[in-house]
């Protein structure tokens, strides 16, 4: 479980009125839920990840991961959480066997398991064909492969996907999908943090519509049609930005 109660985070602007980048956030994700945290760039979904994380401290409100807080007890909620970020990158010199492993043991795995789970992902993932090449050798598809590997190694409940198909092409995005669908039969909490809203209306069960660090809408995609009379997750985003564009004409 993961539950965010009014986590709020304001950054002070020397000269400038300060920043909420997120504005009294509060919602919920059960096991085996993929939630969908939805919106344009800048709308505060990096921001709340990195306080999830225990990466950056709320100015306001907690959000809790299997009942630990990510202010009083961080390192606890790290151990808690796999993280899949497009930005992240492989030790070049390390093969993906040598650094599942180094991840592992960051982790505190038992050394009698580290082999079971990397078979186990080895074959979740179709890693076997490269899993002793150096990683400076392997094509993007293959890193993104051992990235998501990476972040399931330890097992954790919750899992946070930041931007996972960005830059990557039809077959990759694929092998996304694929992967949310396991995490969502192992039982995983799953939040997919992105702007690509078609794509997440494919692979989410529930979605949140940040706008403006605000969460505007919240709901199965059936609940927020009724609810903004819009069919798509992108018409519903275009209504919002009409009316803010309204408000502040």
Same mark, same amino acid.
């Given at each position: ?23 009294? &956030? ?6 085996? #839920?993929?939630?969908? &945290? ?16 225990? &990466? ?55 050394? #009698? ?38 972040? &399931? ?9 930041? #931007? ?34 078609? #794509? ?50």
């Amino acid at each position: 479980m993961l539950q965010l109660t009014e986590l709020t985070k304001t950054f002070t602007r020397p000269g400038e009125s300060d920043l909420v980048a997120v504005n009294k &956030l509060s919602f919920e994700v059960a096991a085996g #839920e993929v939630y969908g &945290l939805l919106g344009p760039n800048g709308a505060g979904k990096t921001t709340t990840l990195r306080m999830v994380l225990g &990466l950056l401290k709320p100015t306001s409100g907690d959000a809790c991961v299997e009942g630990h807080s990510a202010t009083t007890d961080p390192e606890e909620v790290k151990r808690q959480i796999g993280l899949v970020s497009a930005s992240a990158g492989l030790y070049q010199w390390l093969t993906p066997r040598e650094m599942l492993y180094f991840f592992a043991d960051l982790y505190s795995v038992p050394q #009698e398991q580290i082999e079971v789970k990397l078979q186990s992902l080895a074959d979740l993932l179709d890693l076997r064909r490269f899993l002793d090449q150096r990683s400076s050798t392997l094509s993007t598809g293959q890193k993104q492969r051992v990235n998501l590997a990476r972040a &399931l190694i330890h097992d954790p409940p919750v899992m946070l996907l930041d #931007e996972p198909t960005r830059g990557l092409d039809i077959v990759g995005t694929k092998v996304i999908f694929d992967y949310v669908g396991h995490l969502r039969d192992m039982g995983k909490t799953v939040i997919v943090c992105t702007h690509r809203l078609d #794509e997440a209306e494919r692979i989410c069960d529930r979605f949140g519509l940040l706008y403006f660090g605000r969460l505007k809408y919240e709901g199965t995609i059936q609940a927020l049609r009724e609810e903004t009379g819009e069919k798509s997750l992108v018409d519903m985003f275009l209504k919002l930005m009409q009316e803010k564009q309204t408000m502040t004409a």
